[in-house]
């Protein structure tokens, strides 16, 4: 019975840690679109920022990738990951995460 109760447990909370972070998994699942030198390291830079809620370095990283000439499949795959960055900072900011309302301020004062 105690196994079956840590089972649940583990389950329930790795569906709710899971469904808090989109933006990793929209980042993560466009990697084979970025074999450049630049473009990959400016991928995954976005992709290990946002696994510590990085937004700011993500989002850094993701603009750093739109100074290369990319393929529309890339320009899309930044495209959806910059929303998804975005929907999650503004949900946590409207949640009162102070980490994320920083972010937001400090990316509207950033010059694009």
């Known amino acids: 019975m105690k196994?079956?109760?840590?089972?649940?447990?583990?389950?329930?909370?790795?569906?709710?840690?899971?469904?808090?972070?989109?933006?990793?998994?929209?980042?993560s699942s466009q990697s084979q679109l970025f074999q450049d030198p630049a473009l990959k390291a400016?991928?995954?830079?976005?992709?290990?920022?946002?696994?510590?809620?990085?937004?700011?370095?993500?989002?850094?990283?993701?603009?750093?990738?739109?100074?290369?000439?990319v393929t529309d499949a890339q320009l899309n795959a930044v495209n959806d990951a910059t929303k998804a960055i975005n929907t999650q900072m503004y949900a946590a900011a409207d949640r009162g995460n102070l980490q994320a309302s920083n972010a937001v301020v400090q990316l509207m004062n950033t010059p694009r």
């Open 42 to 69: 400016d991928w995954e830079t976005a992709t290990a920022a946002m696994k510590t809620n990085g937004y700011v370095a993500a989002q850094m990283s993701l603009r750093d990738i739109l100074k290369h000439p």
């Open 3 to 27: 196994t079956i109760f840590k089972l649940l447990l583990v389950l329930s909370l790795t569906q709710i840690v899971g469904c808090g972070n989109k933006a990793v998994s929209t980042i």
